[in-house]
T-cell receptor
Framework: KQEVTQIPAALSVPEGENLVLNCSFT??????LQWFRQDPGKGLTSLLL?????REQTSGRLNASLDKSSGRSTLYIAASQPGDSATYLCAVLNYGQNFVFGPGTRLSVLP | DTEVTQTPKHLVMGMTNKKSLKCEQH?????MYWYKQKAKKPPELMFVYSYEKLSINESVPSRFSPECPNSSLLNLHLHALQPEDSALYLCASSPGTSGYEQYFGPGTRLTVT
């Protein structure tokens, strides 16, 4: 059964810092991996989707990488801003199964 | 249009009430999902509809009853809920069920009194 973990559980950084969020999964036979952002009490906003054949995806200040062999993905946020404060979730899809979410990383970017 | 809408935004109901949550998408997606999310926890999958047929039911109690009237609409009928069912209920859609990006709605905050 796929298990997804995220480190750190919470992170507080000053504005302008570059930061890395980590996602690990136990079953490397994945179809794809999706990163989401969630503001308190709100729905999930899709940030990046990486297919199993891809190594990375970029959108603006965000870059997500995928290393299937080691069961890891990282989300890199450049030049962080207070508006980036939210919970970041990764979700992994295995063949023939449904998305399994990690517990999330709560990010606070201080002005 | 990449939007999934959900109504109502908030719902308070007693344990003997019957209510429904609604979800709608106009992206032509053929898969729709219901998730339940408790505070500070990740979403948990409840149901998956693929081409308007229920394909996944993750052992959810029968007091939750999903319905997919057409490919754009997904309902969740609620009856005789318990206080522990209070949560954020999220709807999502994707073009299909195999390897596609999921798009989430804003959720319905449900409180059972």
């Amino acid at each position: 059964k796929q298990e997804v973990t995220q480190i750190p559980a919470a992170l507080s950084v000053p504005e302008g810092e570059n930061l890395v969020l980590n996602c690990s999964f136990t079953d490397s036979a994945i179809y794809n991996l999706q990163w989401f952002r969630q503001d308190p009490g709100k729905g999930l906003t899709s940030l990046l989707l990486i297919q199993s054949s891809q190594r990375e995806q970029t959108s603006g200040r965000l870059n997500a990488s995928l290393d299937k062999s080691s069961g890891r993905s990282t989300l890199y946020i450049a030049a962080s801003q207070p508006g980036d404060s939210a919970t970041y979730l990764c979700a992994v899809l295995n063949y023939g199964q449904n998305f399994v979410f990690g517990p999330g990383t709560r990010l606070s970017v201080l002005p | 249009d990449t939007e999934v809408t959900q109504t109502p935004k908030h719902l308070v109901m007693g344990m003997t009430n019957k209510k429904s949550l609604k979800c709608e998408q106009h992206m032509g997606h053929r898969a729709m999902y219901w998730y339940k999310q408790k505070a500070k926890k990740p979403p948990e999958l409840m149901f998956v509809y693929s081409y308007e047929k229920l394909s996944i039911n993750e052992s959810v109690p029968s007091r939750f009853s999903p319905e997919c009237p057409n490919s754009s609409l997904l309902n969740l009928h609620l009856h005789a809920l318990q206080p522990e069912d209070s949560a954020l209920y999220l709807c999502a859609s994707s073009p299909g069920t195999s390897g596609y990006e999921q798009y989430f709605g804003p959720g319905t905050r449900l409180t059972v009194t």
